[in-house]
């Protein structure tokens, strides 16, 4: 039988070596994570905040038709009330 010699300080030093590897993939790895963990919640805030100002768009887009009609009825009742008021200077005009 043939015997096997075994560097057992090389050997602990490649464990080592690769724990620290293993170590620091799992650092860098966490960091990624707490990263994208980060973005995702800032997207989700994003699209909350989205969702919240459409609704206040439309909100105020049915507000300003509403404004747009009522001014387009008050202009009209103006413009009847000038008529109205030239219709009788007119026949005060020719009455006198």
Known sequence: MTEK??????ANAR??????????QL???RQ?????HDLEIKVQHLAKER???AAE???????A????S????????????MEKVQLALNGENEAG
């Open 15 to 24: 464990l080592d070596d690769a724990l620290d590897r293993l170590e620091l």
């Open 70 to 81: 009522s001014a387009k009825q008050v202009s009209r009742r103006i413009m009847g009330a």
């Open 27 to 29: 650092r860098e790895t």
């Open 65 to 68: 038709s509403e404004i747009e």
């Open 32 to 36: 990624q994570l707490g990263a994208t």
């Open 57 to 63: 768009l439309e909100k105020t887009s049915s507000r």
């Open 5 to 10: 010699k075994y560097d057992l300080q090389g």
């Open 51 to 53: 969702t919240r100002l």
